[in-house]
């Protein structure tokens, strides 16, 4: 066996293991049906205990990549799967935290937070915010998707605008309106609305079991495909690691580009945030864009938007007038909890609850 800890390394020794063994999945090393090395093989070979082994096991199955058999070890999955198709529905909002809900921050956190940035920084929350947000968000988002999921994106890549519908708007006058567009079938359905709004053709696809189905994606005459890749609403459903690939294929075969809405992934009740589609990509096809609202609270109107090195160029020049929409002092606020750690220990505390099922 070949797999590896390295103690001298920031990674957890998990994360590590999760990694090696993920990359010989989706590689081809080991195929649907293998079965995995026993985590007390996995512990031994590699010096960490079974408790290390196990958690990576339970992030591979979490995600699609494996799953457990009782009395037989745990297997390869990864494969394309059978799609049966979900039924629509007309709900029209996502559902939001009310305050105290299992989003909700802390209010004596923030409360803290607000009075701290006060202090410190005095009448600079005062000054007009750069164009894509200030330097200090940018970067703490930053450091906190490469910690959290491993996502690898600089500050310049990323766009601070008042919540995700904003940001929906730009993404249309970035990639332009004479391509047509395509979204989830169920989906939120103000995501079609804005489309719609800036005048652009909007297909819907049905989604099955684990996703778009296979057979929509073919027919579809889309170039943006604008998908909710975890816990996609109203539905419920996820896309395993197979139809997130299958995805980016559908991009690179087009010349066309995906756009991940990723509000909800961070409240999973895995103990990894789901690999994102941006992670996956290799090729610059993917704009990524999260919210705060669901993690802090629904007054918080602060999205971002995560975009491919290689459309930072039009961007600059098609939209890099534009002001940002967020208050500085919202995201002096917001950059302190995520650089503190205090936005990390409440996704955790979130997450304990969740999965002990005290909500």
């Known amino acids: 066996m070949r797999y590896k800890v390295e103690k001298k390394t920031k990674h957890p020794a998990y994360l590590q293991l999760y990694t090696q063994i993920r990359d010989d999945i989706t590689s081809g090393v080991l195929k649907a049906g293998d079965r995995l090395p026993s985590k ?21 199955c979490d995600e699609g990549y494996a799953e457990s058999r009782e009395r037989s070890g ?7 799967s059978d799609f049966v198709s979900v039924p629509a529905s007309s709900r029209p909002e996502r559902p939001a935290p009310s305050h105290g809900g299992a989003g909700s921050f802390p209010f004596s956190v923030m409360a803290k937070t607000m009075r701290r940035v006060l202090l410190e920084d005095g009448d600079g929350i005062l000054i007009r915010s750069p164009e894509k947000g200030t330097e200090r968000l940018r970067r703490a988002i930053a450091a906190y998707l490469f910690r959290s999921n491993g996502m690898k994106a600089g500050a310049e890549q990323i766009v601070v605008g008042a919540g995700a519908e904003y940001l929906y708007g730009l993404v249309v006058q970035l990639l332009g309106t004479d391509r047509v567009y395509a979204t989830e079938d ?13 005048g652009v053709t909007v297909e819907a696809l049905p989604l099955g079991g684990g996703g778009i189905t296979t057979e929509a994606l073919a027919e579809s005459r889309a170039t943006v ?3 909710t890749p975890f816990h996609s609403y109203p539905s419920g459903v996820t896309a395993d690691v197979s139809k997130r690939l299958e995805y980016l294929g559908f991009a690179r075969s087009r010349g066309g580009y995906i756009v991940e809405d990723n509000y909800d992934s961070e409240l999973t009740v895995s103990r990894k945030n789901e690999d994102t589609v941006f992670s996956l990509s290799d090729d610059g096809r993917v704009v990524y864009i999260n919210t705060f609202s669901m993690t802090v609270a629904p007054s918080i109107r602060v999205g971002y938007m995560v975009l491919p090195e290689n459309l930072l160029p039009d961007f600059e020049k098609r939209l890099g007038f534009y002001s940002c929409t967020v208050p500085v002092f919202e995201q002096y606020v917001l950059a302190q909890l995520l650089d503190n750690g205090d936005f990390e220990r409440h996704i955790n505390r979130v997450r304990r609850k969740k999965r002990s099922g005290k909500e």
């Open 40 to 60: 007390r093989t996995l512990s031994a070979e590699t010096g960490v205990s079974v408790i290390t082994a196990e958690h990576a096991y339970a992030i591979l």
């Open 74 to 80: 745990y297997y390869v999955i990864y494969r394309d």
């Open 186 to 198: 169920p989906c939120y359905e103000k995501i079609r609305r804005v489309y719609g709004a800036h």
């Open 225 to 227: 495909l604008h998908i």
